[in-house]
């Protein structure tokens, strides 16, 4: 199975049709349908359904799309590793991202780097620690930032310099809003969203006994997302502080959870991993300026 024929898939599945994907590969059509048929016949099993204006994905196919493009992205990390060991002033760093308010420290010292390194590149996801540890573990990233306390047989970290505050993002008029912090039972039986992570992570350890008496109404990734929710009157959300824009005049408002409760945020890397020489200086300088801060790689 060859990259190219990964690449000449992909390109197909995303377009749907077989003519618009060839010009866009720039091969002719029954160059392009012989490699698919190839490929069909080395997996054994039918990728694709040709209907009278487009092509459609078989269970099998969706289940190669999803595998290639892991590999494709591999292969192009490789690739551009292999043309940058030799330069230190350039180079990609791929980074798997938590949110948090704290991302503006990684924020600042790529900028820095960018300035000491125009040839510096990055691309950045974000998502939650299943999702940016499996692709830290296929080795897709460089480094990912959790929330969760990272495994030291797997990983090494640094602690950022400071904690996320968990609270309840609620209308500014609303009568909780008069409240200066949120109890467990201030939240019973209310529609509440947050992420399942968190939901079954820090929520559940916090709220204790009283976490029965807790309905999440619905689950989102993306704090913004889920605050357009509350906008509309359609429950509250529980989230880190920072998030999400609840200054006075914005029509939000955030209140801290009684206990309160404050996570660390971690940024971590695979254990006797080879870095390229552009990873290895952000790292060195990320560690640097945590150091200044109080913290210290484990």
Known sequence: MEIRTLRYFLAVAREENMTRAAELLHVTQPTLSRALRSLEEELGKK?????SFHI???????LLRDRAEDLITMADKIEQEFLTLDDVTGGELYLGLAESYQI???ARELRSL?????????AITSGDTEQVTEKLDKGLLDFAVLCDKPDPRKYDFILFPEKDLWGLILPATDPLAEKD????????????FTSEQGWEGDIKAWAGDRFGDLRLEGSSRLAYNA????REGL???????????TSPGSGLAFRPLSPRLEVSLYLIWNRYQAFTPIAERFLDQVRESFRRSGQTAR
Request: charged share 20%.
């Open 47 to 51: 990728l694709f359904t040709r209907h």
């Open 56 to 62: 459609s994905l078989t269970e099998e196919g969706v």
């Open 104 to 106: 503006r420290y990684l």
């Open 114 to 122: 960018k300035l000491a390194c125009p040839g510096l590149r990055y």
């Open 181 to 192: 912090a949120i109890r467990a039972e201030d939240l019973a039986g209310l529609p509440l």
């Open 227 to 230: 605050s357009l929710f509350v």
């Open 235 to 245: 429950g509250y959300q529980l989230s880190f502080d920072h998030l999400v824009d």
